[in-house]
């Protein structure tokens, strides 16, 4: 793919993992786009930020873990995880939680990224 | 559900042939799996079949053919890190097949 | 951009999010329950009000009258039917919906 069709796409993360099917659907959506080589970012708003809360033990919910294949999306060159500081900070986290590399941004530094992109999908 | 023989036990597979239940896997299911293939089982083939079974069990997903490819050259060295290779032992699609010897499920990705 | 909001106000914190994210200058549709927002009374209109002062806020008119909320619209909240829904999300370069 050339360069002049490399888009700027962002993932909207912003519900908490297991109560709903959002976060196992954004992860693989962005494992399968992967393939695509564009310009990816997943960011991690409100309660979406429980999704990278370290520690994820699903044994007795009987639910798939999926928490580790967020360290392998690195390997598949999605490496922009950007993770909203109020909702860490209204849900008593900081970065030191996470299961994997961010940078934290405010809501408004978000906001401002967001202008930039081609392509947001919301989960 | 269709369901494979192993000294004469019976495995659960899916409708494509993957094995339903991964914890069942030993290597006797993969050769049997790889019989179905028609893949002759070598060490280069085992190493290959082993280095998936790590990648799932470490990140729980079965790596696209991009990513093993550029995984297996980091971990076995750039002589097995190309595709060249990958398809020489697997003919099929070396995710595709390598993961259904496995006893992964399909790859994440894999079209 | 856009912003498109449809979760009641007094329901989740959608819109709060939405306008914390929003960069002034940029255009918030409100459509679903998330019209409810843009409504006389609720307690969410000081907070809607003072956002129109850097936002241009829209309401989907069909679902607001669909609740019985016509007459009740926020001033300085402009309504648009299905054609002007489309034509904000042909207008602007790309797209968020606060699900």
């Known amino acids: 793919m050339g360069e002049g069709t490399v888009k700027k796409i962002m993932y909207v993360n912003r519900k908490a993992p297991y109560g709903t099917i959002y976060a196992l659907e954004s992860l693989e959506v962005v494992l399968i786009a992967a393939a695509f080589d564009q310009d990816v970012s997943l960011v991690f708003m409100d309660d979406g930020v429980y999704q990278l809360k370290k520690g994820h033990q699903t044994k007795g919910i ?20 950007y ?21 934290v941004k405010s809501a408004a530094e978000i906001g401002k990224l967001m202008e930039e992109q081609d392509v947001l999908l919301s989960f | ?78 002589e097995k890190g190309n595709s060249q290779y990958l398809y020489e032992l697997f003919p099929y699609g070396p995710a ?14 894999c079209i | 951009m856009l912003h498109i909001v449809n979760k009641s106000p007094l ?43 850097r936002l241009e806020i829209y309401v989907l008119a069909p679902d607001l009258e669909a609740r019985g909320m016509g007459a009740s619209l926020t001033e300085g909240v402009k309504p648009v039917d299905y ?13 968020q919906s606060w699900l």
């Open chain 3, 83 to 95: 054609a002007g829904f489309v034509d904000l999300v042909v207008k602007h370069k790309n797209c």
């Open chain 1, 62 to 81: 009987e639910v798939k873990n999926f928490q580790p294949t967020y360290r392998a999306l690195d390997d598949y060159d999605v490496n922009k995880l």
């Open chain 2, 96 to 109: 595709k097949q390598a993961c259904k010897i496995a006893g992964l499920p399909k790859p994440t990705g």
């Open chain 3, 11 to 53: 329901e989740r914190n959608t819109l709060d999010s939405c306008l914390a994210a929003a960069q002034s200058g940029a255009a918030v549709l409100l459509i679903e329950d998330g019209v409810y927002a843009a409504t006389r009374g609720n307690a969410a209109e000081s907070k809607l009000r003072s956002a129109s002062e």
């Open chain 1, 83 to 103: 993770v909203e500081k109020e909702a860490l900070e209204a849900r008593g986290l900081s970065e030191a939680d996470m299961c994997v590399p961010v940078e």
């Open chain 2, 1 to 78: 559900m269709a369901a494979i023989d192993v000294n004469g036990k019976s495995y659960e597979v899916d409708e494509e042939g993957y094995l339903v239940n991964l914890a069942e896997w030993d290597e006797d299911v993969g050769k049997v799996l790889a019989e179905g293939e028609k893949i002759e089982m070598t060490p280069n083939h085992w190493e290959v079949v082993n280095f998936l079974r790590d990648y799932y069990n470490e990140f729980q997903i079965a790596p696209a053919v991009r990513v093993l490819t550029k995984a297996i050259g980091k971990k076995l060295g750039p």
